[in-house]
């Protein structure tokens, strides 16, 4: 079982930058699809940005050209570094791992905590 732990959530004024954090304790990492999703409250949990094995990344309309999402094999990391936020980018943000190229939340078998984004207006 892959174990994720998120890190970098915090408060941030509309405008302003944050770098999310994911380590994967998984042997495997290279070979796992790595996500970020998304949950304001009242709402489904939404797709935010993956990045398979060979870098390839895809973006929710959201989010692209703010929102970039790298990973680093050999610290066994995904980012997300997010920019130009906006209050509507107010929610916990989850990291996921899985074998599919995917944007559905149900393809992805582990999940992080979840870590708090508050932007204020």
């Known amino acids: 079982q892959v174990q994720l732990v998120e890190s970098g959530g915090g408060l941030v004024q509309a405008g302003g930058s944050l770098r999310l954090s994911c380590a994967d304790s998984?042997?495997?990492?290279?070979?796992?699809?790595m996500a970020w999703f998304r949950q304001a409250p009242g709402k489904e949990r939404e797709f935010v940005a993956t990045?398979?094995?060979?870098?390839?990344?895809y973006y929710a309309d959201s989010v692209k050209g703010r929102f970039t999402i790298s990973r680093d094999n050999a610290k066994v990391t995904v980012y997300l570094q997010m920019n130009s936020l906006k209050s509507e980018d107010t929610a916990v943000y989850y990291c996921?791992?899985?074998?599919?190229?995917?944007?559905?939340?149900?393809?992805?078998?582990?999940w992080g905590q979840g870590t708090q984004v508050n932007v204020s207006s």
């Open positions: 996921a791992a899985g074998p599919s190229y995917s944007t559905s939340a149900p393809d992805y078998d582990s």
């Open positions: 998984g042997r495997t990492f290279r070979w796992h699809v």
């Open positions: 990045i398979n094995w060979s870098d390839a990344t």
